[in-house]
């Protein structure tokens, strides 16, 4: 993304959740709308490009709204949001963030999801998944420490496979080195750290890869684009670039039996520490 990004106020950043993220939490937190990310690997697939709610008729990648008002606003709702979750008989959590990185390089000089990860040390909720494909989050291990004192945390660190490169697809914002390590150090942090395999790219190797994950990470949730991403078998992602070059590199990959057998393997090599699909955002690991 070549443009500053755009700095907006909101009136809500808790939102109730529907849909995929209704088993999972009970609201989703956005700190950023659109992505830095979007013309790198993890964009090309990436369902939000299709949401027309969110991107408006632009290009993905080609925008970054950055919510500069996201603390104080959750501050501010905090006590209605967590009044309605007990009136639901639900616990009160939180998914940050299902449809924009919370780590943007932007965010590095604008610590929008830093303050807002202060905020819910002050007001915290009964539970945090905070979902990113960047080793950024490292930059906020003194917060998210105090944070875990308060809250249930989870850090997903998405890492689709053991390749930086798909053939005719751009290459990742951060390699798939750079995310073990950050994995690496959040773990030797005494952080709970989940490897996110979604969407489940090709692997090279298997076995060496989840057996890199279960040095490094306390679980790893496995999805498919078919089934993860929303639509009718995958025919968001159909429409991207992502299943061709994942076909050219192995055929049985676009299929959901692949998936299916680098389970078995992830379960062989991590035994109760392996989640699948939604349940698995939820926090069902077998």
């Not at 088993?23 to 690997?41: D, T």
């Amino acid at each position: 993304m070549r443009e500053a990004p755009a700095v907006v106020e909101i009136k809500e950043i808790l939102i109730r959740t529907s849909g995929f993220l209704g088993p999972v939490c009970s609201h989703s937190l956005q700190p950023y709308r659109g992505c830095a990310f979007g013309n790198s690997l993890c964009g090309v697939g990436c369902y939000v490009r299709h949401n027309p709610f969110v991107t408006k008729g632009r290009p993905w990648g080609a925008f970054l709204e950055a919510r500069l008002n996201a603390a104080r606003r959750y501050r501010e709702t905090y006590p209605r949001e967590l009044a309605w979750t007990r009136r639901q008989q639900r616990k009160f959590t939180i998914f940050c963030a299902s449809s924009t990185d919370p780590f943007p390089p932007q965010e590095r000089k604008l610590q929008i999801t830093s303050a807002l990860l202060r905020a819910m040390g002050e007001f915290p909720p009964d539970g945090l998944i905070l979902q990113t494909h960047s080793p950024d989050v490292c930059r906020e291990i003194e917060t998210l420490l105090l944070l875990a004192e308060r809250t249930a945390l989870r850090i997903h660190l998405s890492i689709e496979g053991d390749r930086d490169r798909l053939p005719g697809l751009p290459p990742p914002a951060a390699s798939v080195e750079r995310r073990f390590q950050a994995c690496r150090k959040l773990k030797e942090q005494g952080l709970n750290c989940v490897v996110t395999v979604a969407p489940l790219h090709p692997l090279q190797d298997p076995e060496q890869f989840f057996q890199r994950v279960a040095e490094c990470a306390s679980g790893v949730i496995i999805d498919h684009f078919i089934e993860g991403d929303g639509s009718l078998q995958g025919r968001r992602t159909l429409k991207t670039g992502l299943p061709a070059a994942m076909q050219a590199v192995l055929p049985e990959s676009v299929t959901l039996d692949y998936r299916d057998r680098m389970i078995d393997i992830a379960r062989s090599i991590l035994p109760g520490r392996v989640g699948v699909g939604q349940s698995g955002f939820a926090g069902d690991f077998t």
